[in-house]
């Protein structure tokens, strides 16, 4: 392996607030502790807990690093005590705690996953955080099953298009929401059995329609208090409303009555207080379950759209913006 360097490159927040914080910065490169091994990255995903950690709505754990950053995938170039996977040399994705805004991040070793057969570093670089979150929220969760029908809002963004993709890899029926005719299209691409655009459809009345009056055994819900009623409204008989985001509010008064008359389930969760051993635990299920559909082409998004990563910010103007449609990483 080639000698790694003492610093490294960076995007750092200097002070919590708007997209002009992020600032490009110079680093240590890491050195990883027992269970761990260090990534050379070769691409770094952007997601919406980045602006929220930017912000300071979303600290890092104790521990890890304050750079932002919770997907990367590159070359393992160290490896440390304990570790028998992945060895240096082999091309990984991997979920990281923090850090990933970098040249190089040291990330617990089993929080990687190989790099799908066929996929470039910059299309795996993509995987970790939204299939992280779908897998757990949605099938282990949610219990979404094969033959049963889920709602997706946000269907075009990163966590929405990976939701469609896998409930119909795995037999479910998907109704999507995204906020222009465009978005919708890509939900229609990534295998939604309806989109609706919810700037000029009620998703409720259309997904009744859809349903013959049914409504959906699964609720993903990035938008939280301010669909509440709506959510439980429209569940079937045994229905699981799954939170994952607030993006409407975090409080809402809640009307017990649907819960108690269709036997319902309200559970949801966040991805980065999980333990490293939790995590390493939804890593194994989709090393089983979901990536030998990756490495056999049955799943693959399109090519996330790039960035530099000292464009970091600017990264973060089209996020908060919601003008992109799937993922962005960027490229140190």
């Given at each position: 392996m ?6 490294m490159?960076a995007?750092?927040?200097r002070?919590?607030?708007?997209p ?5 910065c ?5 050195q990883?502790r027992?269970g761990e091994v260090l990534?050379?990255?070769a691409a ?5 807990p980045?602006c929220?950690?930017r912000?300071?709505?979303y ?5 890890a690093?304050?750079?932002?950053g919770l997907?990367v995938a ?7 005590a304990g570790?028998d996977?992945p ?8 979920l990281?705690?923090g ?17 799908p057969?066929?996929?470039s570093?910059i ?8 299939f992280?979150?779908?897998?757990a929220?949605?099938?282990e ?8 029908s ?7 963004g990163g ?8 409930a ?9 929401s ?7 299209a890509?939900c ?5 059995a ?9 998703f ?7 349903t013959?009056?049914r409504?959906v ?5 990035i938008?939280?208090?301010g669909?509440?009623?709506r959510?439980?409204?429209l569940?079937a008989p045994?229905g699981?409303?799954?939170l ?5 509010g ?6 017990l ?7 319902l ?12 051993a939790d ?10 379950r979901v990536w030998p559909?990756l ?5 693959r998004p ?7 990563l000292?464009?970091?910010a600017?990264?973060h ?7 992109l449609i799937?993922?962005l990483?960027?490229?140190?």
């Open positions: 080639p000698a790694v360097p003492a610093t490159n995007v750092g927040i002070t919590p607030g708007g002009e914080v992020l600032q490009p110079t680093r240590p490169v890491p990883p027992a990534i050379e990255v770094a995903g952007v997601n919406r980045d929220l950690q912000a300071g709505a600290p890092p754990p104790p521990g690093s304050d750079l932002p997907e590159g070359c393992v170039v160290a490896v440390g570790v996977w060895a240096a040399g082999e091309h990984v994705c991997a990281c705690n850090g990933g805004y970098a040249g190089y991040v040291a990330v617990p070793a089993g929080q990687c996953l190989p790099v057969a066929g996929w570093d299309e795996a670089a993509a995987l970790p955080e939204t992280f979150t779908v897998w929220n949605l099938f969760r949610g219990r979404l099953a094969a033959g049963e889920v709602l997706v809002h946000g269907g075009a966590i929405g298009s990976t939701a469609i993709r896998l119909t890899a795995f037999g479910a029926t998907v109704y999507a995204a906020g222009s005719a465009e978005k919708c890509a229609l691409a990534a295998g939604a309806r989109a609706i655009d919810h700037t000029r459809e009620d409720v009345t259309v997904v009744r329609g859809e013959g009056g409504g055994d699964v609720i993903l819900d938008v939280g208090a669909y509440l009623a959510h439980l409204d569940l045994e699981r409303l799954v994952i985001a607030g993006l409407q975090y409080k809402a008064e809640l009307n009555w649907p819960l108690l008359a269709k036997r389930s309200i559970t949801g969760s966040t991805l980065r207080a999980r333990s490293d995590k390493a635990a939804i890593a194994t299920a989709l090393r089983a559909l490495d056999a082409g049955r799943l399109p090519p996330p759209a790039t960035l530099a000292a464009q970091a600017e990264a103007r089209r996020m908060e913006a919601n003008s799937g993922k990483v960027l490229l140190p």
